[in-house]
């Protein structure tokens, strides 16, 4: 069983992966005939601005939604680990997003930042947000911020509430009978036993918000102008429509060395700090 | 040491016998403000989905009202009129017929192949393997999208088939590392009784192993379902085809077409949305704890 599954692997994942390592040194159009290279295209790369301005992009998206959403869903965890009343509803509803299409919600949030928004900005008198944040260069990146928290809080908060759902409460009670307050109680207790929880936590949401794609699409199709144009939505974009199938092939492989880079060094980081705690 | 354990048990007693005294009040431990602020935070969540509802239920002229206010007459034709345009109920299927076969065949092929590496992690080719299934999740998707449409559709596999294949070969990754997990969790002792008894490897599987991988088996499908449902990359890439498209990817290709109607383009999104949300309200419980185990053991 296991050979069937190498050799399909292989031909689906590994082979397209490889071909297309040999595809960015070529200069391949999608069609017709090509030509090798050399590093062509990766000195290009280098140079292109917007490239470029797609990695910053990126990087300024997943960077802000991943430390939000760690915040955000580390303390509705909080919360819901808590003594509440509707514990299984409120669990509910704050996982519902997650089950969502990221598209068709992304739709949804387009409606709202396009007309609900600035209609409730104008009736409260708030000029500055009376246009829609969307249409804006400086400020479309937050309204994916905003759609991406609100995606992906439900899955992350699961997995820090199973954390929290570890933790033995004879600790707290020892630590209040000791004279340790909330805050003292979260430092010492609280954040060092879900430390696993808070690695696995943030390595996902910023290799899946490094891939950012759903999003861009359904808000702001990357504009205005290029303002939102995130990595994938390049490499689509050039690659399948702008005949710049090896070019930006070459661009995949930097992309993909970049988040090879960012995860290892997560990794060795926030692991280090968990044993240091 | 000791008189802390004492002391331990003492508070221990003296909550209990507190718990008791309050069981009177029932509710008196509740924490009201954590309660509170997760209603108001819930707010959050369900308004965007009641403004989706309310649009989807309005006509044009009640839309500009009043975005805000729940409508007076319903406009159930909002609804009719999405499904004959998008042909829903053809893309309904569509989906379907992509996501349960991937569901019901990466259930039955990667526990086994998680099963098979989990038992050799000493031989040095399943170890390798191991490693091989695990490095592919270090890489982004975006290095194999362009070579892969080349190849699939060389192959005849831009359909149906080819998603549900690339859906279950891609999927490997992330589930050997969560099956393997579970899998060394559990004691060799009955494989080996079986073996005694003269079982061979295909019937421990059967009827050992994957009865005890019941737990996980739902983790997996809860979260290839939700992959295969509502991914919307992949279709966009692979299938040209109008009559072959998912839901994610209807609603895509008539943005140009809704854009005069946003209330028929919001009856097209719930009905989109529709189906994993009734999936929801009923499997909710089961999803949640199926989601959580998960992360437990991987």
């Known amino acids: ?228 144009e995130s990595i994938s939505l390049l490499i689509y974009r050039g690659g399948f429509a702008g005949g710049e199938f090896a070019y930006q092939t070459a661009n995949a492989v930097i992309y993909f060395i970049v988040i090879l880079v960012i995860s290892v060094f997560q990794i060795k980081v926030l692991q280090k700090r968990e044993v240091e705690l | 040491m000791i008189s802390q354990e004492e002391a331990n048990l003492e508070t221990n007693l003296k909550s209990k016998e507190s718990s008791r005294f309050f069981k009177f009040f029932k509710d008196s431990d509740v924490n009201w403000g954590a309660t509170i602020l997760l209603l108001i935070g819930s707010l959050a969540i369900l308004f965007p989905l009641y403004l989706a509802i309310n649009v989807a ?115 490997l990754s992330m589930n050997i590392f969560i099956y393997i997990g579970y899998i060394k969790s559990l004691p060799n002792s009955l494989e080996e009784a079986a073996i005694i008894d003269g079982a061979s490897t295909w019937q421990i599987f059967w009827k050992i192993i994957f009865p005890l991988l019941k737990p996980i088996n739902a983790t997996i499908a809860i979260l290839t379902s939700l992959w295969a449902w509502n991914d919307f990359m992949l279709p966009l890439i692979m299938l040209n085809e109008r009559k072959l498209m998912t839901l994610p990817l209807v609603q895509y290709v008539f943005q140009s077409q809704f854009s005069t109607n946003y209330n028929l383009a919001f009856a097209s999104y719930i009905l989109a949305l529709a189906p994993m949300i009734l999936v929801y309200i009923f499997a909710q419980k089961w999803i949640i704890s199926g989601v959580m185990k998960g992360s437990v053991k991987g």
């Open chain 1, 1 to 228: 069983m296991t050979i069937p599954a190498l050799v399909l692997f292989f031909a689906f994942h590994t082979l397209p992966a490889l071909t297309g390592i040999l595809y960015s040194f070529t200069d391949w159009k999608g069609y017709g005939t090509w030509d090798f290279v050399g590093l062509k295209n990766y000195i290009n790369l280098f140079k292109d601005s917007r490239a470029l301005d797609s990695y910053i992009f990126t990087f300024k998206f997943a960077i802000i939604a991943t430390i939000s959403v760690n915040i955000i869903s580390l303390l509705i965890a909080m919360g819901l680990n808590a003594k509440i009343k509707f514990k299984t509803a409120l669990r509910a509803i704050y996982f519902t997003p997650y089950i969502l299409s990221i598209l068709v919600v992304g739709y949804i949030f387009n409606y709202i930042f396009t007309f609900f928004l600035p209609d409730i900005a104008q009736a409260l008198g708030i000029n500055a947000l009376t246009k829609s944040i969307l249409g804006n260069p400086d400020l479309a990146w937050i309204g994916v911020v905003i759609l991406a928290v609100w995606q992906s809080c439900g899955f992350n908060t699961l997995l820090y509430l199973s954390g929290l759902q570890t933790i033995d409460h004879t600790l707290y009670e020892a630590a209040s009978i000791d004279g340790a307050g909330r805050w003292r109680q979260f430092t010492n207790i609280t954040f060092p036993l879900i430390s696993p929880f808070f690695t696995i936590n943030m390595v996902l949401a910023m290799k899946n918000f490094l891939m950012v794609f759903d999003h861009v699409m359904a808000l702001t199709n990357g504009g205005p102008g290029r303002a939102t």
């Open chain 2, 57 to 171: 239920l309005k006509s044009p002229q009640q839309l500009a009202q009043s975005i805000f206010a729940f409508p007076k007459k319903i406009h159930w034709e909002n609804f009719t009129k999405a499904i004959e345009l998008t042909h829903y109920f053809r893309s309904f299927k569509n989906s379907s017929l992509v996501t349960i076969p991937t569901v019901i065949i990466t259930l039955l092929t990667n526990s086994m192949v998680a099963y098979a590496i989990a038992r050799n992690l000493n031989k040095k080719f399943f170890k390798f393997l191991y490693y091989y299934f695990i490095a592919a999740l270090f890489i982004p998707f975006p290095i194999i999208m362009l070579p892969i449409v080349k190849e699939m559709s060389f192959l005849g596999l831009d359909n149906r088939l080819g998603l549900t294949i690339l859906y279950i070969v891609y999927g």
